[in-house]
């Protein structure tokens, strides 16, 4: 706000602005009288303003539990009579009493920033954020806000207010990724599996390079050797090829359950993001069916069903036969979905 209009006594309005946010009821002299009485020791225009800020603020009681009083009109019970009310009372009376001193204002209404979520990095706003205040009108300086509604009661604890935002991050996951799993989070999570193929070819190939200079730094240490090393060398790699052979022989069912997890999980993750995808389009998987009957209860264009049914056989055959999934089959399975995630379903599922 301008320094002169901090300082002015005195302010010279535009006639758009008088006409239009100094009307007030024909009946609200008394209303006048106290904005008089509140402000007799301000000198300027601003002073004024803050003079009846002040006084809503510190002599009047927040609560949004109020009864009407059918006698009487609702700001004349608030400013008169309960001295209670909650955000409404207090900015109608202040733009009231501000319109009976000739200064232009008007009431706002809207919601307060919130709370600041931690743990989603977002701002909570809720019902219980909804608003209402005053701007006072300043020439060279616009709109002013002023609020003259008191704080609530004191704030829930600290731990229990983390533990609130804690739970509704916990909401906002839920809605997104399960309840409203839209084609851009389709896409989103079929990036990062994209990602993770990318990755492991990278590290393949990488690998690859290193064994390579492995083998050719192995060839020049070895043509170096004299004729009882070589004899040596050859009885160590002898040994290092046969060893793992004869373990698993011996020991043919110590494949672990972890392992045999590792070794599905791409698997399953394409395939429960294909459910995502279906289920974005209304086509949800009752628990009840296997993924060959929900194959069958699916209402997709032949090319669209096609890409499901190849899908499901990969994740058939990876989970359950044993076979992990190559590189290609990946690839391969990558585009079914970003074609899956365009498909029109024709009715629903039936079954």
Same mark, same amino acid.
């Given at each position: ?128 954020d909804a608003h209402a205040w005053v701007e006072a ?52 999570? +079929?990036? =990062? &599996?994209?990602?993770? @193929?990318? $990755? ?6 990488? /690998?690859?390079?290193?064994? !390579? ?91 669209? +069903?096609? =890409? &499901?049914?190849?899908? @499901?056989? $990969? ?6 036969? /044993?076979?992990?999934?190559? !590189? ?24």
């Amino acid at each position: 706000m301008s320094t002169p209009e901090l300082k002015a006594e005195t302010i010279v309005y535009p006639d758009r602005v008088l006409e239009g946010y100094l009307q007030r009821p024909a009946d609200d002299q008394r209303i006048a009288d106290l904005a008089r009485e509140v402000t007799h020791n301000a000198i300027t225009v601003y002073e004024k303003v803050k003079a009846i800020e002040t006084h809503l603020r510190q002599g009047y009681r927040y609560s949004l539990e109020v009864k009407a009083n059918p006698r009487r009109p609702p700001i004349d019970d608030f400013l008169f009579g309960q001295k209670t009310g909650y955000c409404e009372h207090f900015a109608t009376a202040m733009v009231l009493m501000l319109r009976g001193l000739g200064i232009p204002s008007r009431l706002v209404t809207g919601f307060l920033p919130g709370e600041w979520n931690e743990y989603g990095g977002y701002y909570m706003v809720r019902q219980s954020d909804a608003h209402a205040w005053v701007e006072a009108y300043f020439p060279h300086s616009g709109w002013i806000t002023f609020d003259p509604t008191p704080p609530a009661l004191s704030p829930a604890m600290p731990w229990m207010s983390g533990f609130s935002h804690y739970l509704d991050h916990l909401r906002i996951r839920w809605d997104r990724y399960i309840v409203n799993y839209s084609p851009l989070d389709q896409a989103e999570a +079929l990036a =990062k &599996v994209k990602n993770k @193929t990318d $990755t492991l070819l990278s590290q393949l190939q990488q /690998g690859g390079i290193l064994i !390579l200079q492995a083998i050719a730094h192995g060839v020049r240490t070895i043509q170096s050797l004299p004729h009882r090393l070589w004899v040596l060398f050859t009885v160590f790699v002898v040994a290092a090829i046969l060893l793992p052979i004869l373990v698993r022989a011996v020991r043919p069912r110590t494949r672990s359950l972890h392992l045999r997890a590792r070794l599905h999980e791409d698997s399953a993750q394409f395939y429960l993001l294909m459910l995502q995808v279906l289920e974005s389009k209304g086509m949800v998987k009752q628990k009840h069916l296997t993924p060959l009957e929900f194959l069958k209860a699916l209402f997709l264009s032949d090319p669209d +069903l096609e =890409k &499901v049914r190849e899908i @499901t056989q $990969t994740y058939y055959r990876t989970r359950f036969g /044993g076979d992990a999934m190559t !590189l290609s089959e990946r690839r391969r399975i990558e585009r079914l979905l970003e074609t899956l995630i365009e498909a029109k379903p024709l009715v629903g599922t039936h079954g």
